[in-house]
């Protein structure tokens, strides 16, 4: 059975992503739609090697006999046309953050969630978490399934994808300007992001923290473990694609490194690449491209009775957000739509 799949933001870093990996996963789609908003009408995006879809415009689309929307085009266009699409029928898999913390919404990593898809039909609304949880519960779930994790304290380096195409932009005409010594021009960002580093993602809230760390925290609970504490700080890093974690994991018992680098090695979706030693560890310039969350620097903490530290690096527009929205896809398809 071949399915209608329609992708919205097709214009987007993420859009442009989902489109490839539905061509390289040869995806059961009879048909593919490309939806923007209108300013896009008349432009084609690539989907596969070979085929261009010209955009269509979203507030005219019908969704009747639509199966399957894959949407990435922002919280507020989220929030107007995707409940209209799962009243026409089709399953919206939301890449935003509007629908994120509905109880009524599976929030899903299919590497460890993938259970949570069974409500999907409440709202026909599947959300994807934010990018840095998802990599970082892909690497917590098989440790916490060996032994319950009861605190995570994670710092980030992100990378300006996460923003989108004007903030890499940003990136490289601040790199430029500072090497030709023309002004520094600030748009995206509250700050220089060229060699610098922000800790400042999302807005700030009355605790102190930004709504990322918020992020990491509220969806790590409905993810993996509502008894689990975690403490996030999240950093912009000039880096055009591929986030990195620093991640310090306290245990409700004891998990030795070794036994820790035998789990992380057999889970679904995970690389172990850990030598002490030169290159022996996986940074954003390797990581992008690539479909895996791969972990480093595997090591007991010696300030916990039970503790250990590892270093997470994905490429946050794979993984960390097109590749899990089409993985969702896959599931829904294998377990309840075939």
Known sequence: MGFKVAVVGATGNVGREILQILAEREFPADDVVALASSRSVGREVSFGEDDVLPILD???????????????AGASVSAGFAPKAAAAGAVVIDNTSCFRMDPDVPLVVPEVNRHALAGFRARNIVANPN??????????????????????????????????????????????????????????????????????IDVFMEDGSTKEEWKMMVETKKILDPAIKLTATCVRVPVFIGHAEAINIEFDGPLDEDEAREILRDAPGVSVIDHRADEGYVTPVECAGEDAVYVSRIRTDPTLDNGLNLWVVSDNLRKGAALNTVQIAQALVEDYLA
Not at 58 to 69: K, Q
Request: proline residues 5%.
């Open 58 to 72: 979203l507030n005219a689309f019908d969704f009747t006999g639509t199966d399957i929307v894959l949407s990435s």
């Open 131 to 200: 990018c840095s949880t998802m990599q970082m519960v892909v690497a917590l779930k098989p440790l916490h399934d060996r032994v319950p994790i009861k605190r995570v304290v994670v710092s980030t380096y992100q990378s300006v994808s996460g923003t989108g195409k004007e903030a890499m932009d940003e990136l490289f005409n601040q790199t430029r300007a500072i090497y030709v010594n023309d002004p520094i021009v600030k748009n995206k960002y509250t700050k220089q992001i060229a060699f610098n580093v922000i800790p400042h």
